[in-house]
């Protein structure tokens, strides 16, 4: 199955496709999935432009072709994903009736599924995780990538450098245990991919 992504971040445009990947063998897909290069968008334009909107969905439709999957993953910043999502789901559902669309709201960003997975993550990439760290709920921090940064030892957080990096290390179970909205991603993915 082909699958095509819409994203907000320049990070996103690395990372999805290498977290796709591992929930492949994670999640024990059967077939092939062959995961296109990630569409990038301006997120606000996307959500309130009703032509850039259609046009970024067509685009992903047609990456994805009739038997494909288009997935949209968004960062829910202050936004309920359980009230937004739905609504940009129907939306694109009204411009691709036909194709099978999901949307994905990382809740607050999709680096809180790192601090989900901070104990797998300690260590690298300059992370210093303490003990206290592990006990907050994961998507409460408002600025992740924030929280990230905090806790790196001489040097910054970099979206498009760390977050591929960190997607391919961190433990996907902890970010299943202690992140709702991983875990929408993965029965969105399990919709689509059954376990072998």
């Not at 439709?61 to 940009?88: F, Q, R, S």
């Not at 990439?125 to 760290?133: E, H, K, Q, T």
């Not at 006990?135 to 979206?159: F, T």
């Amino acid at each position: 199955m082909r699958v095509a992504c819409i994203v907000e971040g320049h990070g996103e445009v690395s990372a999805l496709p290498v977290l796709l990947r591992r929930m492949a063998e994670w999640r024990y897909a059967q077939g092939y999935i062959d995961v296109q290069t990630p569409i990038r968008v301006h997120r606000d334009r996307f959500l309130n432009r009703e032509e850039e909107f259609v046009r970024h969905l067509e685009f992903a439709g047609n990456k994805a072709g009739t038997d494909g999957w288009v997935l949209i993953l968004l960062d829910a910043d202050d936004h309920c994903p359980a009230t937004l999502g739905p609504e940009v789901v129907a939306r694109a559902q009204r411009v691709l009736p036909h194709r099978e669309v999901s949307v994905v709201l990382a809740n607050r960003e999709f680096e809180a599924w790192f601090i989900g997975a901070a104990e797998s993550l300690n260590g690298y990439r300059g992370l210093s995780i303490a003990a206290a760290d592990l006990a907050i709920d994961a998507e409460v921090p408002r600025d992740a990538k924030g929280w990230l940064r905090e806790r790196m030892e001489k040097r910054a957080y970099g979206e498009t450098t760390d977050q591929p990096a960190l997607t391919a290390r961190m433990d996907l179970q902890q970010a299943y245990d202690r992140c709702r909205s991983f875990r929408k991603l993965c029965n969105e993915w399990d919709k689509r991919f059954p376990r072998a």
